[in-house]
């Protein structure tokens, strides 16, 4: 069984952090799949949601690394995150697209669609599919309900890197990374 990730293997820059979870495999309540797209933020970075400094909204992100930073998007979508760096610095992780393998009756019925390609296939669709909303917000990602269990050594894993989607800031930053070949992504790169 491969490794569970602890919050000591979120201390590095988010970049290689994000890449290092391309073939993770993260399960909330049992239900999740295989990473396989994620984009990196730094508060050095103008897309950052830590780039103005600590807020009531951002403060997860300022916390100590392997923590969920959870925020609604557009006012329709939740949206999760991996805490990066040490605390105090604010970097993270968007967690883009699962490959669901675990829980799709559940996925499912949340999503009101059978496509599996679909499903996790962006980041609002990650997080109605797992079921996060605020509840997630701050909480370890070492513990109950999540699960992480880093890439299986024996199957290496093949990233690719772009630029992040969706921002009009740092536009030309290749921090979105993905597996090789994936249909799962959201986005070809």
């Known amino acids: 069984m491969p490794r569970t990730l602890k919050s000591k293997d979120f201390a590095g820059d988010a970049p290689e952090v994000a890449r290092r979870l391309i073939g993770a495999t993260l399960l909330v309540d049992g239900v999740g799949g295989v990473i396989v797209e994620t984009e990196a933020y730094d508060m050095s970075d103008a897309?950052?949601?830590?780039?103005?400094?600590?807020?009531?909204?951002?403060?997860?992100?300022?916390?100590?690394p392997g923590h969920a930073y959870v925020y609604f998007n557009y006012g329709l979508h939740w949206c999760l995150?991996?805490?990066?760096?040490?605390?105090?610095?604010?970097?993270?992780?968007?967690?883009?697209?699962l490959q669901p393998t675990?829980?799709?009756?559940?996925?499912?019925?949340?999503?009101?669609?059978?496509?599996e390609r679909l499903l996790c296939a962006?980041?609002?669709?990650?997080?109605?599919?797992?079921?996060?909303?605020?509840?997630?917000?701050g909480l370890p990602l070492d513990r109950p309900p999540f699960v992480v269990h880093a890439p299986d050594p024996a199957?290496?894993?093949?990233?690719?890197?772009?630029?992040?989607?969706?921002?009009?800031?740092?536009?030309?930053?290749?921090?979105?990374?993905?597996?090789?070949?994936?249909?799962?992504v959201s986005r070809k790169f």
């Open 47 to 64: 897309a950052a949601h830590t780039h103005r400094g600590p807020t009531e909204r951002n403060r997860a992100m300022f916390g100590p």
């Open 81 to 97: 995150n991996f805490v990066c760096r040490e605390e105090g610095h604010g970097a993270g992780v968007l967690i883009r697209a």
């Open 102 to 115: 675990q829980g799709l009756a559940q996925m499912r019925a949340r999503r009101g669609l059978e496509d």
């Open 122 to 137: 962006g980041p609002g669709r990650v997080g109605q599919a797992l079921g996060i909303d605020k509840a997630f917000y």
């Open 155 to 184: 199957q290496p894993v093949a990233v690719v890197a772009g630029p992040r989607i969706g921002i009009s800031k740092a536009q030309a930053l290749p921090w979105r990374f993905g597996l090789a070949g994936s249909r799962y």
